[in-house]
């Protein structure tokens, strides 16, 4: 009885430390002396790496606050071993609640376990929570986050704790566990997203213990305090936002981001909330099941009856447990494979507790320590029981043996080694001045920090996340943190341009080298070139007559050919072991295919076949669904023996092709130099603007496809939008040459148009208008001839041509809006306003609340001072299009002209809360303030149309006239002597005066600062 009484306290009380030690000694081994991918953003906000507090976690991120406080070089190491020992302790309280598990829901247990809470008590009760713990804590999701710093694993002793807290007042009636139950839950409930998940559960397991008890005051009372306590994290991180931002964050902001990311997961995310229902089918339901006190028998009045129900019941149990061990596996039914990316840690975690249950029941019913002779079974069904029994026992040495063996090469190889040399690649192709290292993926960034923390210095660099270069704000933290590197940006508006962010970078790099950390493309891309260093790229301003990037070639060509060279072992090793699971590994595998055929392609431009091949190879076995890679290297097969593409492979890209987007395929995959999907990618560049990036993939595509008519004509137009007439011209002529039927009509409207532009860009205005002619009377009803025409009338100053042009057009055409409103257009430019509002009300006659139509109305009347019927047909606009910018511009226009200084302000900055990049809008207000006197409002929109426009002379104007009324001598002379630098030099009437004014004043403001 005294053995019987150590072994069972052994159980209960030493049992679970000695897990959790062996737990934590395990991961240690296994610790991550780094980042994994997995936990680089949550390392990030620990350390401080990511500047932006955190709105999600308030609880993870207070007690971890203090590890900010270890040197940086021991960070990592203190961050991942938080996580082992979060890890270890739920395992050990996973042992610790298995063994609390009452075994007397079935009568088979009933009359086998009469101890004390009908705890286990069978020689091998120690078993049953040692496999539960073997397999939740060798399970490859729980493993892998028990050695690199999330949030999940300390989620996850939240979770484990509630549910040991309920165990232990069901053995002890303490209600102090009750207690500390209400309070975890509390703290818990604002970062784990499960205990708001299971929060019926848990209400209906406190109504099954307590029954109407639970209504009590003394008990009721303190435990909703508690949790009320405890949900006051809510307002942690919203309070330290406030207190560290001021005005620009709102407490509720903050607080409604964290509860909105919990909502969207729980409610807002159908797919995930059916998943998580399938799988509970393995680890909620198991635990309802064993939940249930069942009766003695079932009204069954036969042996046979009664042992087939026994069946049964032994059956089902063992279904359970097994079904609990397969999702351990991480087989396609697991969390792992459907949990949509998110580790679902506590499902894991409740199928290693009914593993931990059922084990125990195989094992005890195949016992008869407490059964009397005629009630022992006799028979199959004993041979049943000692079967299953034996299942257990050899599942509970084979299974741990083969969760290890599975996922021991997986552990180790995301081990954060191969993103730290991935690292250190990036870092030694990193000019030793301080640069700008530029990425639209955060992670790459990330990595970069954890580099440099490890270092124990700052870097020297500006890290800077492309994605976030929009927010003004990011410009403040990035001139904060960088105040050598980065300007600090004057701005009002709540989001930046595409095209301000690239004048802002491109204007950096005449003063610092600036790096892409990856291949990409865009606007940006359009001003600067990339320059391979090995897997990233410097950024190289384009001259202002270069259209295309020079071929690699000389030092470039062998520095990089070298790279590959020295780091091919490390990339033959991403297509060994465990790929498919290791997180590292597929990042790094689809990063680095996507840069080898990249490179690729540039060998191939320059003529290197062979090393071409070998880099698409590689690429295609670090990602084999790298869909670039694949057209390309069969392409250079063509190319190597003159064998064009069969049309079986040529039906499988087109497949393949069509199954994502563009944007997926050339952000996954890189760039296509093949003859088909490089034409089709040129003309997307072309659509978006990308004239640069476009002419260099119809360039190559012209040197692929000498015959092939598009693509010479693309390119000729490229050089036109190059302002290149000269290559243009040679390529047209070539086209010209060919025989007309190679030509479709739209080839040669298209011909006859370039041809026109590349004579008008040389200056050849007359040639031009004979092309064009010619073409009319060739395709009479074209309208791209006809608008080219149009356009080059209205260019050239010719306006009585142009509107001959549109009369003519309009005579066989009569209800052409388009038309009518071309010919307002020029009769306004003409101040010719009464021949232009004869026109509008035929427009009207047909659309009587034409939008384009009232706004020339407005236009004119504001020309013409009637001011009335300017706002009337400003507001009919409104009144169809509440938002529409060009009706708010005139009205603010109008209060400006009417020194209704407010009501002007009010339109225009609705413009602006709608559109922080319209800077008419921006103009006409600064103009307006300063006409108001609001001189420091007026001076902020001034400062912004700068910092786009740094050569306006209007903005100079303004920011004179601002600094000579606030008597700021040396700004106003600044101001008024850069004004006069970028005013036009002609003699425009509007200009002559105020020139000759400012240059009398700019005078006299030097001669008194003498």
């Known amino acids: 009885m005294l053995n019987h009484q150590n072994d069972q306290r052994f159980v209960l009380n030493k049992l679970p430390w000695l897990v959790a030690l062996g737990a934590f000694l395990l991961y240690a081994l296994t610790l991550n002396h780094w980042v994994t991918l997995r936990s680089v953003a949550v390392a990030a906000k620990v350390t401080g790496w990511d500047w932006n507090l955190p709105v999600e976690w308030p609880l993870f991120y207070t007690v971890t606050f203090p590890l900010r406080l270890l040197p940086s070089s021991l960070q990592l190491i203190g961050l991942n071993a938080f996580a082992a020992i979060c890890s270890a302790l739920t395992l050990g309280i996973l042992v610790r609640s298995v063994t609390l598990l009452p075994h007397d829901r079935t009568h088979e247990q009933r009359l086998r376990e009469q101890s004390d809470h009908s705890l286990l008590s069978i020689p091998t009760r120690w078993l049953p929570p040692l496999l539960a713990a073997l397999v939740c804590g060798l399970e490859l999701t729980f493993w892998e986050h028990s050695i690199a710093l999330t949030h999940e694993s300390f989620d996850l002793l939240l979770l484990a704790i509630v549910i040991w807290t309920l165990l232990e007042y069901r053995i002890t009636q303490n209600k102090k566990w009750i207690f500390i139950f209400a309070f975890v839950y509390g703290i818990g409930v604002p970062d784990n997203l499960a205990l708001i998940g299971f929060a019926p559960a848990f209400a209906i397991a406190l109504i099954w213990m307590f029954g109407k008890n639970i209504f009590q005051p003394k008990l009721l009372l303190p435990m909703i305090g508690l949790a009320l306590v405890g949900l006051l994290f809510y307002f942690l991180l919203?309070?330290?936002?406030?207190?560290?931002?001021?005005?620009?964050?709102?407490?509720?902001?903050?607080?409604?981001?964290?509860?909105g990311a919990q909502k969207a997961l729980l409610l807002d995310t159908p797919s995930l909330r059916s998943r998580v229902l399938i799988l509970s089918l393995t680890s909620v339901l198991p635990l309802l099941v064993m939940g249930i006190r069942w009766p003695q028998s079932f009204g069954e009045t036969s042996v046979t009856g009664a042992q087939l129900t026994n069946i049964i019941f032994r059956v089902v149990h063992f279904l359970f447990f097994a079904a609990c061990l397969f999702v351990a596996l991480d087989r396609k039914f697991s969390p792992r494979a459907l949990g949509m990316g998110m580790p679902l840690l506590s499902l894991y975690y409740l199928g290693a507790l009914c593993i931990g249950y059922y084990a125990g029941y195989l094992l005890l019913v195949a016992t008869h320590g407490n059964l009397k002779n005629w009630q022992r079974e006799s028979g199959f069904i004993s041979w049943t029981n000692n079967l299953l029994a034996g299942l257990v026992y050899i599942t509970a040495v084979a299974f741990p043996s083969y969760l290890l063996y599975q996922n021991w090469p997986v552990i180790r190889s995301d081990d954060g080694s191969s993103l730290k040399q991935f690292t250190a690649a990036t870092v030694s192709k990193i000019s030793n001045e301080p640069s700008i290292l530029l990425s639209e993926d955060p992670t790459p960034l990330l990595l970069l920090h954890a580099w440099f923390s490890e270092l124990q210095q700052p870097s020297a660099h500006a890290l800077v996340n492309v994605r976030a270069l929009q927010n003004p704000s990011y410009h403040d933290e990035l001139t904060k943190h960088y105040p050598k590197l980065w300007p600090k940006l004057e701005t009002t508006a709540a989001e930046m341009s595409q095209a301000s962010v690239t004048r802002i970078l491109t204007s950096l790099s005449a003063t610092h080298p600036i790096f892409y950390l990856h291949a990409s493309f865009g606007l940006f891309f359009e001003t600067m070139r990339p320059e391979p260093h090995g897997q990233i790229y410097r950024m190289i301003s384009y001259k202002k007559d270069d259209l295309l990037p020079p071929v690699v070639s000389g030092s470039i060509l062998e520095e990089n050919t070298n790279f590959w060279k020295t780091n091919a072992p490390f990339l033959n090793s991403l297509t060994t072991v465990g790929r498919e699971q290791s997180a590292a590994s597929t990042f790094l595998g689809k990063f680095y295919s996507l840069t080898l055929n990249n490179w690729g392609t540039t060998l191939h431009r320059a003529g290197h076949l062979e090393p071409a091949k070998e880099a698409f190879s590689l690429s295609l076995e670090l990602n084999p669904r790298n869909l670039a890679a694949n057209a390309n290297l069969?392409?250079?097969?063509?190319?190597?023996?003159?064998?064009?593409?069969?049309?079986q492979k040529s039906t499988k890209l087109e497949d393949e092709f069509n199954k994502s987007t563009w944007i997926e395929i050339l952000t996954s995959s890189g760039t296509f130099d093949d003859s088909t999907f490089g034409l089709r990618q040129a003309q997307l560049f072309l659509e978006q603007g990308l004239h640069r990036q476009a002419a260099s993939l119809f360039d190559r595509a012209v040197q692929t496809q000498p015959t092939n008519v598009v693509a010479r004509?693309?390119?000729?137009?490229?050089?036109?939008?190059a302002r290149r007439p000269e290559e243009a011209l040679k390529l047209i002529r070539q086209v010209q040459k060919l025989p007309t039927q190679a030509l479709s009509p739209t080839n040669q409207v298209d011909l006859i148009s370039i041809e026109a532009g590349a004579y008008f860009n040389s200056g050849e205005a007359a040639k031009a208008e004979t092309v064009l002619k010619a073409g009319m009377t060739k395709f009479p009803q074209d309208r791209i001839l006809f608008e080219s025409l149009t356009e080059l009338y209205r260019t050239t100053g010719e306006t009585k041509k142009a509107l001959d042009l549109l009369e003519r057009?309009?005579?066989?055409?009569?209800?052409?809006?388009?038309?009518?409103?071309?010919?307002?257009?020029?009769?306004?430019?003409?101040?010719?306003?009464?021949?232009?509002?004869?026109?509008l009300d035929r427009i009207q006659k047909i659309i009587p609340d034409h939008i384009q139509a009232l706004l020339y109305r407005a236009f004119i009347s504001?020309?013409?001072k009637d001011y009335k019927q300017a706002q009337t047909n400003a507001e009919r606009v409104l009144a169809a299009d509440a938002d529409n910018p060009q009706a708010l511009i005139y009205l603010g226009i109008l209060g400006q002209e009417t020194k209704n200084y407010t009501f002007g302000a009010q339109s225009l900055t609705k413009v602006l809360k709608k559109t922080p990049n319209n800077f008419v809008a921006m103009r006409n207000r600064a103009i307006l303030y300063l006409e108001a006197g609001k001189l420091n409002e007026a001076k902020q929109d001034y400062n912004v149309l700068l910092r786009n426009f740094p050569d306006l002379y209007s903005v100079y104007y303004g920011l004179g006239e601002i600094a000579w009324q606030q008597k700021d001598t040396v700004e106003a002379i600044q101001n008024y002597t850069l004004y006069l630098k970028y005013v036009p030099k002609d003699n425009q009437p509007d200009l002559v005066q105020e020139k000759k004014i400012i240059s009398q004043r700019l005078a006299e403001l030097k001669a008194v600062s003498r």
């Open 713 to 721: 004509l693309s390119l000729a137009n490229a050089y036109v939008y």
């Open 809 to 839: 057009d309009l005579a066989s055409h009569p209800q052409n809006i388009l038309v009518m409103l071309q010919k307002v257009d020029i009769l306004i430019t003409l101040s010719q306003f009464p021949q232009a509002l004869v026109e």
């Open 634 to 647: 069969d392409f250079n097969q063509t190319l190597r023996t003159g064998v064009p593409r069969s049309a």
């Open 862 to 864: 504001l020309q013409t």
């Open 238 to 259: 919203p309070t330290v936002w406030v207190i560290k931002h001021g005005e620009s964050f709102k407490f509720f902001d903050v607080l409604r981001a964290n509860l």
